[in-house]
């Protein structure tokens, strides 16, 4: 598929305005998904002229959510909010990321089962720079009542 005729990344991923740190998606198929962004001098999470290497991660993260939207999108079924629970490891060559490194986010699942428990191998490259991370997630079936549930858990 040609990425000029892949739907924003906006419609695809649980986030709006600056919280979307995802460009646009460059390639998506069964097997994973490839997404890209420039990290922004205007960016939420900048500190000077730079982004703390740790929000990688949530580059990852979001590289999954695009991934589960874009499926969700090809089924047209609305898109669900998912939960990052952890990683194992989070392996980066750089301490942080400078206002203008272009990153190509690539996410691939190695595991996913129908309670909406996944693993994804995710790495991050650009510029010099690489990163690496298994990433655990939760995808609710509708995460509406599963947030009302757990909110009633909490003040019980």
């Known amino acids: 598929m040609n990425p000029d005729t892949f739907p924003p990344v906006e419609t695809l991923i649980p986030h709006s305005g600056e919280l979307v740190l995802l460009d646009h998606l460059l390639t998506v198929s069964e097997e994973g998904l490839t997404a890209a962004l420039t990290v922004r001098a205007d960016g939420l999470y900048n500190h000077g002229d730079q982004v703390p290497a740790w929000v990688g991660m949530e580059y990852m993260a979001q590289g999954v959510a695009a991934f589960a939207g874009w499926h969700a999108w090809c089924e047209q079924r609305p898109v669900q909010l ?38 994804f191998e995710c790495a991050l490259s650009g510029d010099g720079l690489r990163a690496d991370a298994r990433l655990n997630v939760f995808e609710p ?15 019980e």
Request: with cysteine; net charge positive; glycine share 8%.
């Open 82 to 119: 998912g939960f990052l629970l952890g990683s194992r490891r989070y392996n980066c060559s750089h301490e942080a990321f400078p206002v203008g490194t272009v990153i190509t986010v690539a996410v691939k699942p190695l595991l996913q089962d129908s309670s909406g428990m996944a693993v």
């Open 141 to 155: 079936k509708d995460s509406d009542p599963y947030l009302q549930q757990k909110l009633r858990d909490n003040h």
